[in-house]
């Protein structure tokens, strides 16, 4: 079983026909980044358009038994997510609107302060807010997952706290390994992981050892350190990939509409655009090329499957459904 | 099994509990006059909250099979419509989204010309618009009712081809029996149920014979004799009732904002709001005095069982879940 906690590619046929050559039976997509509750309905309505003409290749995922269900009919089971709150507007009852529509994932904060939660661009860090805490009730209540990948620390660590449920942080690595921004310090995974949450790990460049030059031995002895210290049921896959989307939506992710400067994000004004990736990992087929790697450096075979896949399947089943 | 096939109440916890104690064991109620989709929204938000507050009383109606485990619970299965396509605006794309979010009943007009076809108040019915068609489609893709209770007879009688699945008058009386602008000339009836729908009979006085006079033996009568022309498997009953709402109600479901002019529907100037419902059907607990006027007019147990719920139930059952 292959699932990935984080996409989001520029979506066609092409890209389907890869995610079934790849054998991923599950994947986690983004939806909004920016968008208000109106340009998020708009999302699932194309994302409603690509079921019915691809109905032979993705299925919508609600709930983990449609993994089962995407595995026995050779499809891929495709789960809701955002980047940001953004779609809840100020309103706390479009969280169970939006789960009733299939979202899944809910990032606290994209970069920026946020009505929730603060981004990982913030100079202070003030932690949950009044409406962040009731957020994370709500989302504990109907089964809708807190994802801290964009935050701060302070912020990431409180809602690891506050949460009855298990957190997650989609798609990060240790800062220990690449000491960028949006890796995440000790602190912070011990506090996620002890929790019960989940760490998935990215293969966006600006998040790895060495950018896109980064070896896959690296990578995968990073996961097996990452095991060793915080135990390997809690590590999953979430590579961001964002295969064939043009250079204009990185500038969406991190301009949006909030400022009229240009913010280049992880990059640079010399190098704006989306990195190349790794040659070890290109797009969706090449998820045979982690599961080597992690054999090379010491998983057993269970605990690979564990990584590519069981792991997430496990968080879906417990995460998903009604707080009990 | 009693279900009610049309309400809009000012809802309460009385209310909620009139329902327990009359034994009706699912009811569709409007959620839309004249909503766009973000108010409509924040109607299914209201209705979340009670059913959060009221999960003893009530539950969300999505399936047939819901009523069985309201049934079983001792609860009201709460079902959604709209009075008009406004929820929808412009875009056919939240028919699906509705749909996912629990509406299960549309009206392809209220009382004036919509995107889709034409109300029962204009002047010239021009029939199902370009629209209107792709809309029937859609909705007979996902498993949502067309409802032309306020619709002109054109329109009806082309819904009623057009539609590939069977449509619904949910609340409306033969205008044979009470010559009301708002009840059914023989031809619509003959369509919508030789189409396999259903007719939803009225209790709103504007639409009864002598009005809030009318006597239940009256009603009954009407209602065998309809049994009668077109076969009683297509009866049911939609009793339009709006209790405890204020006047401003009516005012807002025949203005909208459609007319800075009063607009009196049903109504006149002298006599402008809700007129008194009959003595012998005041509220949710009354339906056993439609079934023992129906056994008087000489219906058998089991037709009387038909039209206060079996039928309603059967209709849920082949219509609300995705074309086959």
Not at 117 to 123: H, I, K, P, R
Not at 156 to 164: N, P, R, Y
Request: aromatic share 10%; with cysteine.
């Amino acid at each position: 079983m292959r699932i990935d906690g984080l996409q989001y590619a520029n979506w066609s046929e092409k890209i389907f026909k890869q995610l079934r050559e790849g054998g991923v039976d599950a994947i986690h997509v983004t939806i909004a980044y920016h968008e208000n509750f109106r340009e998020t309905v708009l999302n699932f309505e194309q994302w409603n358009k690509w079921f019915e003409q691809h109905n032979d290749l993705i299925m919508p995922g609600l709930y983990a038994s449609d993994i089962d269900a995407a595995k026995a009919s050779n499809r891929t089971a495709v789960y809701f997510g955002f980047q940001n709150p953004s779609p809840i507007e100020d309103d706390i009852g479009l969280v169970e609107i939006l789960h009733r529509l299939g979202a899944r994932f809910m990032q606290l904060t994209y970069n920026n302060q946020s009505l929730l939660a603060c981004g990982c661009y913030e100079s202070e860090d003030s932690g949950i807010t009044r409406m962040g805490k009731q957020v994370i009730k709500e989302m504990n209540r109907v089964g809708m997952v807190i994802d801290m990948s964009h935050s701060a620390d302070r912020s990431t660590i409180e809602a690891a706290e506050l949460s009855t449920r298990p957190i997650a942080i989609t798609h990060a690595n240790p800062h220990a390994w690449a000491p960028a921004l949006r890796n995440k310090r000790d602190a912070v995974i011990q506090a996620v992981t002890e929790n019960g949450g989940m760490l998935g790990f990215s293969l966006y460049p600006h998040h790895l050892k060495d950018k896109t030059e980064c070896s896959l031995l690296s990578f995968c002895q990073m996961i097996a350190d990452t095991a060793e210290k915080y135990g390997v049921e809690h590590l999953g896959i979430g590579s961001d990939l964002c295969q064939d989307q043009p250079d204009s939506v990185v500038e969406w992710m991190r301009v949006g509409r909030w400022t009229k400067d240009i913010d280049y994000g992880e990059g640079s004004a010399s190098n704006a655009g989306f990195p190349p990736m790794p040659d070890w990992f290109k797009d969706n087929r090449d998820f045979h090329n982690i599961e080597k790697g992690l054999a090379e450096v010491g998983f057993t075979a269970t605990e690979v499957s564990a990584v590519i896949g069981e792991n997430w399947y496990r968080f879906f089943k417990d995460n998903f459904g009604p707080a009990e």
